[in-house]
């Protein structure tokens, strides 16, 4: 994916409620993958990842 592909989809996950991130953890668009999901679940997803 190129960052104009995943870039829009920030806002509208963050404005949701939901968290998104690099496959690190960080708050950031930029990089290969990204991942997205509820706050509740992210901490969770992050470990299996």
Do not use: Q, R, Y
Request: hydrophobic share 45%; glycine share 8%.
């Amino acid at each position: 994916m190129n960052i104009w592909d995943i870039a829009p989809l920030k806002p509208i996950i963050t404005e949701a409620g939901g968290v998104f991130t690099n496959l690190d953890g960080v708050d950031n668009a930029m990089g290969p993958s990204s991942v997205a999901c509820n706050s509740m679940l992210h901490k969770d997803l992050m470990d299996l990842i």
